[in-house]
């Protein structure tokens, strides 16, 4: 999708500031002799920006606003090494706001719901960005945060909350003790919010099913405001995203060139109004891809698919590049195991093996399950797995992101 001529005049404002704050991505702009940007084409010349650039910029080499304008930082989960510092103005927090109470919005949630918010508060923007979303939409707010699910259902239970904001992991571990517990009739949960990771459609449908809700899916990473930059709507077909704040482009992660509308690739995200830090052209390393076609709900905000994967996600086993997600395409074929899996790779014997754990009940035949569950990935990525089932609960749930690939091959680069 080209950028719109408000959009490049709002692009080129944002260089001006950094331009003038001298920045780290101030100087990096006039080391590549960028002045300004004045037409779609030169916009596509300007330097990406990447996550591995921001932590150069450590501790606040972002900051293009001055000091007594921030009025708060972020940081973005880093797994490892030096973490990235994101500052905020007053304007940034609000405007992050405005955009989550729209998501809340296309989700059909009001000023009348009561909304439990179970991500993390704290450096990280998940817990935050959720509750001034909902203070802005006029909602009530049961600001609980991760775990304790004792207390989690209690609230749940006694505050009648209407509104479920959680990752999909903490998802699937609540409808399992709601169910555990024989009190599925004493939740009032309407919908569930679900951010943060890429999750299966058997995941997405047990959780539905289990609780009796809607879902829906909130996009959004820290570089750029949080969780609450896009959402899908009632129609269930991608998620729209708010192109007055944003301008979002896909590209092909192996060129850096644009694809055209429709074609899988790299999320691209340049930042329209952004004064803490303003990101130019971010790779996002989600693959999705725009769906040009106008969405049947009647809003005009653009449309984004849900996100198929990381780039670097790919993994090389045997020669053969595999996503995780063509895995869990074939898995959710099989309505005998559960929504939990693993894939473990490692490197025996001078070749590489792919072990693939699923779950399933007691009164399956785990030797027949095993061999058409191969048949089936093996016509899919062209080689055979080794598959092994084990009982229902034994793989890991976990409270945040849960690793569902381990490689356990040596790194030999
Ligand atoms: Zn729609």
Not at 112 to 119: H, N, V
Not at 341 to 347: K, L
Request: proline share 5%; glycine share 8%.
């Amino acid at each position: 999708m080209q950028i719109s001529e408000k959009q490049l005049a709002q692009v080129n404002d944002r260089i001006q500031a950094l331009l003038k704050a001298n920045s780290f991505y101030g100087k990096k702009l006039k080391e590549a002799g960028i002045t300004n940007v004045s037409s779609p084409e030169e916009f596509l010349k300007l330097p990406f920006s990447e996550k591995k650039d921001l932590r150069d910029a450590y501790p606040l080499g972002l900051m293009t606003a001055p000091e007594e304008e921030i009025v708060r930082i972020h940081s973005s989960s880093g797994t490892t090494g030096t973490p990235v510092i994101i500052p905020y103005t007053r304007k940034d927090v609000d405007d992050w706001a405005t955009m989550f109470a729209r998501c809340y919005e296309t989700a059909g949630i009001t000023n009348k719901d009561r909304i439990q918010i179970t991500p993390g508060y704290g450096l990280w923007t998940a817990g935050i960005g959720f509750q001034a979303g909902a203070e802005k939409l006029g909602a009530m707010v049961i600001p609980m945060g991760p775990g304790n699910t004792e207390k989690q259902l209690e609230m749940m239970v006694s505050l009648e909350s209407t509104v479920l904001c959680a990752t999909s992991s903490y998802a699937l571990l609540l409808t399992e003790e709601i169910e555990k517990r024989g009190i599925k009739d004493k939740i009032k949960l309407k919908k569930g919010v679900i951010g943060s990771e890429r999750w299966s459609k058997k995941m997405r449908d047990r959780i539905a099913s289990g609780l009796g809700i809607e879902l829906y899916d909130i996009y959004g990473l820290t570089e750029i405001y949080g969780p609450g930059i896009g959402i899908n709507c009632e129609k269930e077909s991608g998620m729209h995203y708010w192109d007055d704040f944003l301008y979002l482009e896909i590209i092909d992660p192996k060129t850096g060139e644009q694809v055209p509308d429709g074609e899988m690739g790299e999320i691209v995200i340049t930042t329209l109004v952004k004064e803490g830090a303003p990101l130019i052209r971010y790779r996002t390393h989600d693959l999705s891809r725009i769906i040009p076609e106008k969405c049947s709900c009647g809003r005009e905000y653009p449309r984004i698919d849900m996100i198929m994967g990381r780039t670097d996600d790919m993994m090389k086993i045997k020669g053969v590049n595999v996503f995780p997600s063509q895995i869990e395409e074939v898995l959710a074929a099989f309505p005998e195991i559960s929504s939990e899996y693993q894939i473990r790779i490692s490197h025996l014997d001078g070749k590489d093996t792919m072990r693939i754990y699923v779950e399933t009940t007691g009164d399956i035949d785990f030797a027949d399950l095993t061999k058409r569950i191969a048949e089936k990935v093996k016509s899919r990525i062209g080689f055979t797995p080794i598959v092994k089932a084990v009982e229902v609960g034994v793989l890991p749930r976990s409270m945040k992101k849960t690793a569902r690939v381990i490689d356990e091959r040596y790194d030999e680069t």
